[in-house]
């Protein structure tokens, strides 16, 4: 289990600045902005030059222009909050139970042993399976779309935690307990520190699934948000809105995620893989 965790994201910041390590401070987000350019353009040209009908691909400047029209529409940033609504509370949610348990099983060698194969036969189980209990305990509604959340992002959180716990040093929680250190004591002195860099990865691996939970249940159940305006823009014939719309998820998800990575900086900044990543 132990060479699984660091798989899992503590390694990897130190690695990704390995690579960066050289490089001036603005060759990537130049770069990053030059294939962004080159998408948009090569998006226009497709339906301009009749390679792709545009009935079905409009050019990327009538849909920016209408992604901009949106920012001054109401009903636009009411769906943003119904989905980020349903997104803060689904994660949080997961966040909580999933540590709360992770810390209890992972610390009980009797719970890691007896509990394993339940984890495993569960954990690969896809949310979208539980769409139809879904509805059927709570219609179309926000609360379909956290049950989905929270369970997909609880997975996440677990084995990260899981992960954690199993790496705690031996000799130090010894050596806590021979010092007179309660249970309370050790798990805050010792087993918080160590198990802290895989609950951040699995929040920044969660917050990007409860996005997409929160999108598809839009899409497919109808619950309100972002995913339910895409799928009525669809049927309703807007298919210069509906990419707008598509753009805003995607653009709410890189926002979700440099504000994962900067928690994650800001929380992490002791741990020597974020020293090395800033370093870099």
């Not at 545009?54 to 119904?82: I, K, M, Q």
Request: hydrophobic share 50%; net charge positive; glycine share 10%.
């Amino acid at each position: 289990m132990r060479s699984h965790a660091k798989q899992g994201g503590v390694v990897a910041p130190g690695s990704r600045g390995k690579q960066r390590r050289g490089d001036p401070s603005w060759k990537v987000p130049v770069l990053g902005l030059i294939g962004i350019v080159g998408f948009l353009a090569l998006w226009e040209l497709l339906p301009r030059l009749d390679l792709v009908d545009r009935r079905y691909l409009p050019p990327a400047t009538e849909v920016l222009a209408a992604a901009g029209s949106n920012l001054g529409s109401g009903t636009f940033w009411s769906d943003v909050y119904d989905t980020m609504l349903a997104w803060a509370i689904g994660l949080g949610t997961a966040a909580l139970a999933a540590t709360v348990l992770g810390l209890v099983i992972g610390m009980s060698q009797f719970l890691r042993r007896y509990t394993n194969s339940t984890i495993e036969f569960l954990r690969p189980i896809p949310s979208v399976a539980l769409i139809p209990l879904a509805v059927l305990l709570f219609g179309i509604g926000i609360e379909s779309a956290l049950m989905l959340i929270i369970y997909a992002c609880f997975w996440q959180v677990l084995i990260q935690v899981l992960y954690g716990v199993a790496d705690v040093d031996s000799v130090a929680m010894n050596t806590a307990q021979s010092y007179g250190f309660s249970y309370i004591q050790r798990v805050r002195d010792v087993v918080i520190p160590t198990v802290l860099p895989y609950f951040m990865t699995g929040i920044r691996l969660g917050a990007a699934v409860a996005l997409i939970l929160a999108i598809t249940a839009g899409l497919v159940i109808g619950s309100p948000g972002l995913g339910s305006a895409i799928s009525r823009a669809q049927q309703g014939g807007a298919i210069t809105n509906m990419y707008a719309l598509i753009l805003a998820t995607g653009i709410l998800g890189v926002i979700i995620n440099l504000a994962a990575r900067y928690v994650e900086r800001r929380v992490l900044s002791w741990h020597t893989s974020v020293r090395a990543e800033l370093a870099a």
